[in-house]
């Protein structure tokens, strides 16, 4: 089992930054694959950006390549989402998840946190 926590999410102008922390729980962090995925109002659940076990490969939405960083601590069970140049369509609620396959289609990942929102201002 694996709980998921995600903190940082806010308010910031647009060509701002934001950055969101994940911490986990459970022993399985450092074998999982996780990833970010957001969902903005009225709008299908979208993938973000996921990273390998142990940080080797990462793998950007088109949207957010450029301007979000994945990184990953598996001695801190924490990933991290660093957002640059934030847009308005950036809007949304942030999850992070864990899960075994490397995809971008959220069925696939096993555990889920709450969420964060995160709000631009143009």
């Known amino acids: 089992q694996v709980q998921l926590i995600e903190t940082g999410g806010g308010v910031v102008q647009a060509g701002g930054s934001l950055r969101l922390s994940c911490t986990a729980s459970?022993?399985?962090?450092?074998?999982?694959?996780m990833a970010w995925f957001r969902q903005a109002p009225g709008k299908e659940r979208e993938f973000v950006a996921w990273i390998t076990h142990n940080g080797g490969s990462i793998l950007y939405a088109d949207s957010v390549r450029g301007r979000f960083t994945i990184s990953r601590d598996n001695t801190g069970n924490t990933l991290n989402l660093q957002m640059d140049r934030l847009k308005p369509e950036d809007t949304a609620v942030y999850s992070c998840t864990a899960g075994r396959l490397l995809t971008v289609r959220f069925r696939d990942y096993d555990y889920w946190g709450q969420g964060t929102r995160v709000t631009v201002s143009s």
């Open positions: 459970g022993r399985t962090f450092s074998a999982a694959v």
